[in-house]
């Protein structure tokens, strides 16, 4: 990649045209425009001039019952670059109305409401699917232009540069109107600058997706082979069969585990019911509430390892594993265990399970601490729970890689979309 010379400058948060800068204030290549700094070469132009914008079909009760029903894209549908499928609403679309709103590949859409500018790409997903009202559909009207370029520059402009803040009409639902959206400035690039910065772009996007593929796969093998392993113990999935099992309140289990309560072979009392997140302080001793640990004391009140219960709220019956200096503040059960007994990591894994937890309140939901010492859990031999335990630890290491993988290609596909954006970074002469 060729880097032009550039210094910080600040990006006007408008359309409008902004004060001239004088020929010092701008990285050398650049030209003051409405945008901001831009390289010189880039023109500046409105979306009407490159694109067709048409909007969708407006959903009514009488288009709901028709009987030409066909499925279509809803502002729900379109995310920042990427068009989810996962649920699709129909209507009645006629013949006229199929043929002058169906999607091919190519088209952008943009949402009206909501999100006020969300931009995704029609890539054929689905043989004819259309789309509604709230939907602008922008379609090339002449050479030179790349969708995909102009779907990463909406997001850009609405994102990260807040370029187009002024751009809804102030209503009491705020809307980018056809004639706003078509009055947007944007620039033109060369043809093979704006193929070359799509790329880039997409292929960070593609390995985000990837890894967010591997994230939701590792996960769901994590829910198999937890079953398995509090089935039939730390034994291969092809010896399963050979192990003996008995019948118990918790399910089956190996003939040669016991079931005992939770009280009977753990402390369980409340966290520190006088503690609040208003004393958090910015660092020092995690401190655990309903939620997790999201703050921090200055001063804690246990040591070593333990289980933090969320007893109250949204998250009634979430499991947090504590090690080190920390403290439990209210609306949390702490659960330490006998070591000679239990293993920490095994008996968390086999708590974290909301559907384990009885439940009291017709309103909020909370578990008291009579109700959390009754709970039954599998006892097998220490030895076993330590192999349990090792295999879902490695399981979970993977799984927070993946997701540190995720987070670097995020804070990667940001940098790259603002310094390509802002031609920061140019990319014209890569192939």
Same mark, same amino acid.
């Given at each position: ?23 010092t204030e701008l990285p050398d290549g650049f030209k003051m425009t409405e945008l901001g700094p831009l390289p010189k070469e880039w023109q500046l132009v409105r979306l009407r001039e490159l694109f067709e914008i048409q909007q969708g079909k407006a959903l009514s009760p009488k288009a709901r ?54 931009? %995704? ?5 689905? /043989? #004819? ?6 939907? +602008?559909? !922008? &379609? @090339? ?41 078509? %009055? ?5 690039? /060369? #043809? ?6 799509? +790329?880039? !772009? &997409? @292929? ?61 072979? @753990? ?118 729970q330590k192999k349990i335990a090792e295999i879902l630890i490695s399981l979970d290491n993977r799984i927070k890689a993946e997701e540190n993988k995720k987070k670097a290609l995020e804070t990667l596909f940001k940098t790259l979309l603002h310094n390509l954006m802002t031609g920061k970074i ?6």
């Amino acid at each position: 990649m060729n880097r032009s010379r550039s210094t910080s400058v600040s990006v006007t948060p408008q359309t409008r045209s902004v004060p001239p800068a004088s020929s010092t204030e701008l990285p050398d290549g650049f030209k003051m425009t409405e945008l901001g700094p831009l390289p010189k070469e880039w023109q500046l132009v409105r979306l009407r001039e490159l694109f067709e914008i048409q909007q969708g079909k407006a959903l009514s009760p009488k288009a709901r019952a028709g009987i030409r029903k066909r499925p279509f894209l809803r502002t729900a549908n379109v995310l920042w670059g990427q068009i989810d499928l996962s649920i699709l609403d129909e209507m009645h679309f006629d013949e006229e109305e199929k043929i002058r709103l169906a999607l091919i590949p190519g088209d952008l859409l943009v949402c009206e409401g909501g999100d006020i500018g969300r931009t %995704a790409i029609w890539e054929g997903q689905m /043989p #004819l699917v259309l789309y509604q009202n709230h939907l +602008h559909r !922008l &379609r @090339t009207t002449r050479d030179g232009v790349v969708p995909l370029f102009y779907m990463y520059w909406m997001q850009a402009a609405w994102t990260l540069l807040f370029l187009y803040s002024g751009a809804g009409n102030k209503t009491t639902i705020p809307n980018l109107s056809k004639g706003r959206l078509a %009055a947007l400035a944007v620039p033109l690039l /060369p #043809l093979t600058e704006q193929r070359a910065i799509a +790329h880039v !772009l &997409r @292929t960070v996007q593609r390995a985000k997706e990837a890894t967010e593929k591997v994230i939701a796969a590792l996960k769901e093998f994590k829910k198999s082979l937890m079953r398995h392993l509090f089935t039939y113990g730390p034994v291969p999935i092809e010896q399963a069969d050979k192990v003996e099992l008995k019948d118990t309140e918790i399910g089956p289990i190996p003939e040669h585990w016991e079931v005992v309560r939770l009280g009977d072979v @753990t402390s369980v009392d409340w966290g520190n019911t006088s503690l609040t997140k208003a004393l958090y302080k910015p660092s020092g001793y995690p401190a655990y509430s309903a939620t997790g640990s999201d703050g921090f004391l200055d001063f804690y009140e246990h040591e070593g390892e333990a289980i933090i219960l969320s007893a109250i709220g949204a998250r009634c019956g979430k499991c947090f594993y504590a090690k080190g200096k920390w403290t439990a503040i209210k609306n949390t059960i702490v659960i330490k265990t006998n070591r000679d007994l239990l293993n920490n990591v095994f008996l968390y894994f086999f708590l974290d399970d909301e559907k384990i937890w009885p439940k009291s309140g017709s309103g909020q939901p909370f578990i008291s601490i009579g109700k959390a010492k009754a709970v039954p859990i599998p006892l097998p031999p220490l030895d076993e729970q330590k192999k349990i335990a090792e295999i879902l630890i490695s399981l979970d290491n993977r799984i927070k890689a993946e997701e540190n993988k995720k987070k670097a290609l995020e804070t990667l596909f940001k940098t790259l979309l603002h310094n390509l954006m802002t031609g920061k970074i140019r990319v014209s002469n890569m192939e």
